[in-house]
T-cell receptor, first 115, second 113 residues
């Protein structure tokens, strides 16, 4: 079965370190999204991609970067982790052949703690 | 810009009670509307949708009707179960940008036996 996976599921890192969160989908979806979820803020869009070599900034992109070198993967990098980036991160994808582009499929999330 | 407003939680109900979670939106044109559900420890999943005015989306006993005159898409269920305990998100897709979704802040529901 097609799926979307994230790794690691939990990560503790120190302030200033570079961290990369992985997202891999086997839906063959064109669109991929990274969100962060924080109490009182709901889901906030960090970066998104509509295809290979395409990346776009979301509403809270400062301190984060992504690259899309193939259809399946959209890794999220925190260039220099800050305590304000402690959060739960969700990857989502949408827009496969014959599928509605609005239905986003979510990964299980990565809980990141920056100490 | 486009926005979605949901009632604040948490909502706590007893099993078999009637559920309403309010959602109103602001958008230009004719957006599509969605409810997503997030069970504890999981990612979000689509619960139901409506793509035009007066459409009713339904799934797993949940219903929501797209009311353009009141710009609302309230989620209802006649008899909740403990297994419905989750966070519910209302979202919209503007017709002019149909790949991104605009999200509400989510409403937490706890159902007690």
């Amino acid at each position: 079965d097609a799926e979307i996976t994230q790794s690691p599921r939990h990560k503790i890192t120190e302030t200033g370190r570079q961290v990369t969160l992985a997202c891999h989908q086997t839906w063959n979806h064109n669109n991929m999204f990274w969100y962060r979820q924080d109490l009182g803020h709901g889901l906030r869009l960090i970066h998104y991609s509509y295809g290979v070599q395409d990346t776009n900034k979301g509403e809270v992109s400062d301190g984060y970067s992504v690259s899309r070198s193939n259809t399946e993967d959209l890794p999220l990098t925190l260039e220099s982790a800050a305590s304000s980036q402690t959060s739960v991160y969700f990857c989502a994808s949408s827009g496969g052949p014959g599928q509605a582009s609005y239905e986003q499929y979510f990964g299980p999330g990565t809980r990141l703690t920056v100490t | 810009g486009d926005s979605v407003t949901q009632m604040e939680g948490p909502v706590t109900l007893s099993e078999e009670a009637f559920l309403t979670i309010n959602c109103t939106y602001t958008a230009t044109g004719y957006p599509s509307l969605f409810w997503y559900v997030q069970y504890p420890g999981e990612g979000l999943q689509l619960l139901l949708k409506a793509t035009k005015a007066d459409d009713k989306g339904s799934n797993k006993g949940f219903e929501a009707t797209y009311r353009k005159e009141t710009t609302s898409f309230h989620l209802e269920k006649g008899s909740v179960q403990v297994s419905d305990s989750a966070v519910y998100f209302c979202a919209l897709r503007n017709a002019g940008n149909n790949r991104k979704l605009i999200w509400g802040l989510g409403t937490s529901l706890a159902v007690n036996p």
